[in-house]
């Protein structure tokens, strides 16, 4: 019998720790997000009185929250700041939602952050100015929300970032020359917005970049030549701008280039040497 009573007592003694335990600061941070964007609507809600580990989307690692993945999940309302005490958060992902208001700046504070993924919502006002403190940052993707204002310049300390997409917004102002600390980025894309200004040649240095989407813009000039050195390119989206002149012999023969898009400037872009497959596609 104390057998039996002793082996009850030492399981109800490690019985916590089958349950995560994740800090009331993060546990009370995620209720914020559930209560803030109308969980109780959600397609697949939490139930606030169980353990943590078992809320959809949420992913735990060595007691602290390391993703929260709630794409597609009918998610309405804003971000709220707190989001800022997830602390251990690598991957965002609150896509495909109704999501409003602003990118909280607190959110630049959890410099664990690889991924941010906020595409096809309703955000608006301007990308937090100091957006570049997460150095940690490999994917940045925003597309098909209502984001205004110039890119922060700070947005160009990302050098570890791989993907840039921030298409269908409604971004202004020009790409800063210090692009080329971007070494990193295989996707660049600013496709259907209100920026302007010259193609900066430093782009020609990003050695690794496969997909340039500049098209729907008011970006004018000539196009560098320099971005001949773009070995890796496959998408060259041009077209609805001001550009003028040619495109250079060199860049129309880049080695992987399959997708190139240079009509509707107010001066045809010619391009020159012999043809190849040009297809003028919108980039996903």
């Not at 020009?174 to 302007?196: G, P, R």
């Not at 190139?260 to 003028?280: C, D, H, M, R, Y």
């Amino acid at each position: 019998m104390k057998k039996i009573a002793s082996l009850i007592l030492f399981l109800l003694t490690i019985a916590p720790l089958s349950y995560s335990q994740v800090s009331s600061l993060e546990k009370n941070a995620l209720i914020d997000l559930y209560k803030s964007t109308d969980g109780i609507n959600w397609n697949t809600n939490w139930d606030l009185n169980k353990d943590v580990q078992t809320w959809y989307g949420v992913t735990i690692e060595n007691n602290t929250v390391t993703e929260v993945n709630l794409s597609m999940n009918n998610l309405d309302g804003a971000i709220p700041s707190t989001i800022a005490n997830l602390k251990s958060l690598k991957s965002l992902n609150l896509g495909f939602n109704r999501l409003s208001g602003i990118i909280p700046s607190e959110i630049t504070s959890i410099k664990s952050l690889e991924t941010i993924q906020l595409f096809m919502n309703q955000l608006e006002g301007e990308l937090p100015y100091n957006i570049g403190e997460l150095v940690n940052l490999k994917k940045l993707e925003l597309f098909n929300n209502l984001i205004t204002g110039d890119l922060p310049i700070s947005i160009y300390n990302l050098k570890n970032l791989e993907v840039l997409q921030l298409s269908s917004n409604r971004f202004t102002g020009t790409i800063s020359e210090s692009i080329k600390n971007m070494k990193n980025l295989k996707t660049l894309s600013l496709f259907d917005n209100s920026m302007y200004g010259a193609i900066p040649s430093q782009i020609g240095t990003l050695s690794v970049l496969k997909e340039l989407s500049l098209a729907n813009n008011l970006f004018e000039g000539e196009v560098p030549n320099e971005l001949s050195n773009l070995s890796e390119l496959e998408t060259l989206l041009l077209n609805n701008n001001r550009f003028v002149g040619v495109i250079n012999t060199s860049i129309k023969n880049l080695p992987k280039l399959v997708n190139i898009g240079f009509n509707n400037n107010p001066k045809e872009i010619e391009i020159l040497a012999k043809p190849i497959t040009q297809n003028s596609i919108n980039p996903q």
